[in-house]
Every structure is written in C-alpha cells, then in structure tokens.
C-alpha cells in the first residue's frame, strides 16, 4: 500500500462521509421516510463502489482507507438491518434465521479481532466482495421490483464470507488489512512461522 503524506485523501473523504451518513440514514428510517432511506442506501452503494476505485487510480491506497471503508461498509449493513426490520419487518422475518445468523457470526468476528488484535477486521475479502455486491444489488432490485430472491442469495453467499473470515482471523499471525482468501491468510502464517525460525538462536 502507499502512504500518502495527507491522510484525508479523496477516498478516504467518501469513507468517512459514508461512515458518518449512516447515523443519518438510520434516523431517516426511524422517522418513516422509507424513499428517503432508500435514497441513502444508493448513496452508500454508490459512493462504496466509487472510493475504492478512485484509491487504485490515484494510487492512494492506505491501511487507514481500508479501515475507513470496513468501518462505513459495517455502519451501511448493520443501519440496513435495522432500517428495514423498522420499515419493512415481514421482509426481515422471511429472512430471521439466516439474517440472525450472519449477524451473529459478524458481530463474533468483530469482537473476537478486537480481542485478539486490538483493530476491527478489514480483509476484504473476494467472497465478501461478492456477497456486498450481491446484497446491495438485492435490495435496489427489491427496493425497485418487491423481487427479494437476489437478496436470498446474498445472505447465504455472506454466511459462506463470514466463515472464512472466522478462518481467517485465527490464522493471522498479526493484523493485516485486504487479505483476499483464507490461502492468503495461511500464506502470511507460514511466512511469520518461517521468519520466527530463522531469527531464532541456534542451539548451542
């Protein structure tokens, strides 16, 4: 990663607007302006796709940017759930053992990074990735059309997401930000199990 010599760079502006906008958002939902929300949510979705791809192209890719991004991308879903458990709650209740489940498994994950490296996790994962797209896609698409078997699909590519990064918090030997695969995550023990060999005293 490159290290800008400003930390409030372009990308990590819309990640900070993003993590910021979400208290908003939320309170927008509780109010009961559903469009509103919606709105939001687009915004979010939008502005997630456009700070990554504005890092790479200004070559302003940070640990604090991906910090920044998981911590909008979490404030997005976690306000998501809780907006449409408020505004739409038999969509959510046609998803509870799934979505409780994803939820849970999360929220594990968080705790269980910050109890062992004293940082939230920020892999970004490919599966994730994919799962975030999904999800996003999934509800414009039910937002639009009342069509939710996209957003079905979404939740169970996320409890796939989850556990690798289960897996791959355990195998870290330390904090690292965007590790794609679980196989990198086990490529990065390996190297430190190596490192720590090689530094060793030999015995006498």
Do not use: C
């Not at 999934?138 to 079905?152: N, P």
């Amino acid at each position: 990663m490159t290290a800008p010599t400003a930390w409030l760079t372009l990308p990590n502006a819309i990640s900070l607007a993003r993590l910021l906008s979400a208290p908003v958002a939320l309170w927008v939902a509780f109010q009961g302006h559903a469009t509103a929300y919606k709105w939001f949510f687009f915004a979010a979705v939008a502005s997630d796709g456009i700070d990554g791809l504005l890092a790479r192209l200004l070559k302003a890719q940070t640990v604090l940017g991906a910090r920044l991004d998981a911590a909008a991308d979490t404030a997005t879903y976690l306000v998501l759930f809780l907006a449409v458990l408020h505004l739409w709650p038999a969509f959510v209740a046609a998803h509870s053992v799934m979505l409780a489940t994803a939820i849970a498994l999360y929220a594990v994950n968080h705790l269980w990074a910050l109890a062992h490296f004293h940082r939230l996790p920020a892999y970004h994962t490919w599966i994730g990735k994919t799962a975030a797209v999904l999800m996003a896609a999934g509800m414009l698409l039910w937002f639009v059309s009342g069509f939710g078997a996209l957003f079905t699909a979404a939740v169970v590519v996320s409890l796939v997401s989850v556990a690798e990064q289960l897996a791959i918090t355990a195998l870290l030997p330390h904090w690292q930000a965007d590790v794609p695969t679980v196989v990198h995550a086990l490529r990065l023990r390996r190297a430190a199990q190596t490192q720590a060999s090689s530094s060793a005293p030999a015995d006498r």
